[in-house]
T-cell receptor, first 110, second 117 residues
Framework: RKEVEQDPGPFNVPEGATVAFNCTYSNSASQSFFWYRQDCRKEPKLLMSVYSSGNEDGRFTAQLNRASQYISLLIRDSKLSDSATYLCVVNRGTASKLTFGTGTRLQVTL | GAGVSQSPSNKVTEKGKDVELRCDPISGHTALYWYRQSLGQGLEFLIYFQGNSAPDKSGLPSDRFSAERTGGSVSTLTIQRTQQEDSAVYLC???????????????FGDGTRLSIL
């Protein structure tokens, strides 16, 4: 089983839709979780950290489910500019290297 | 403040040549990562440096690849006897390790686009 798994998509949604991605991780001791966004031919950029209690930043909500070992990202009122690949990042639980998922591609259309 | 800086931004070289890629992490960041990404693919982990600990080299694809981090700051990734399949974007990231069991997020450089002819 991969350390971090994501559905590669693509998720094709109309503008204004709500879309959610999940990311599962294999190490139950993992402590740090992040969502990154990567635009085509650009470097990944931090979108948000994921906290145990869940957190929200504008249209974006991130949640952590430790029992089922997954994190989620919810995007409300999708914009064309949200089109990108969303990468899930998890540490191994020993403060060692952060591991990236392969990403979920989102395409928002008119 | 200054972010992660990588050089060169683009490198074109002939098959069989050696190349050296450089990464200047954010000042004070103790963790440094190298990844590579082929067009349309995900990030492939190569190597990880954390402070004075032995680097995690588990992602290096072959013994033609090596990396150093001098003085806990600048890092160089060296690819010897380059092959066409080495063509990719090589990304460097750094982060601050606060101790304990948690990580701070990584900050990426713009990458070096390597093309092997």
């Amino acid at each position: 089983r991969k350390e971090v798994e994501q559905d590669p998509g693509p998720f094709n949604v109309p503008e204004g839709a709500t879309v959610a991605f999940n990311c599962t991780y294999s190490n139950s001791a993992s402590q740090s979780f992040f969502w990154y966004r990567q635009d085509c031919r650009k470097e990944p950029k931090l979108l948000m950290s994921v906290y145990s209690s869940g957190n929200e930043d504008g249209r974006f909500t991130a949640q952590l489910n430790r029992a089922s070992q997954y994190i989620s990202l919810l995007i409300r009122d999708s914009k064309l500019s949200d089109s990108a690949t969303y990468l899930c990042v998890v540490n191994r639980g020993t403060a060692s290297k952060l591991t990236f998922g392969t990403g979920t591609r989102l395409q928002v259309t008119l | 403040g200054a972010g992660v800086s990588q050089s060169p931004s683009n490198k074109v070289t002939e098959k069989g040549k050696d190349v050296e890629l450089r990464c200047d992490p954010i000042s004070g960041h103790t963790a440094l990562y190298w990844y590579r990404q082929s067009l349309g693919q995900g990030l492939e982990f190569l190597i990880y440096f954390q402070g004075n600990s032995a680097p995690d080299k588990s992602g290096l694809p072959s013994d033609r690849f090596s990396a150093e981090r001098t003085g806990g700051s600048v890092s160089t990734l060296t690819i010897q006897r380059t092959q066409q399949e080495d063509s990719a974007v090589y990304l460097c990231a750094s982060s601050l390790h606060l101790g304990g069991n948690s990580n701070q997020p990584q900050h990426f450089g713009d990458g070096t686009r390597l093309s092997i002819l």
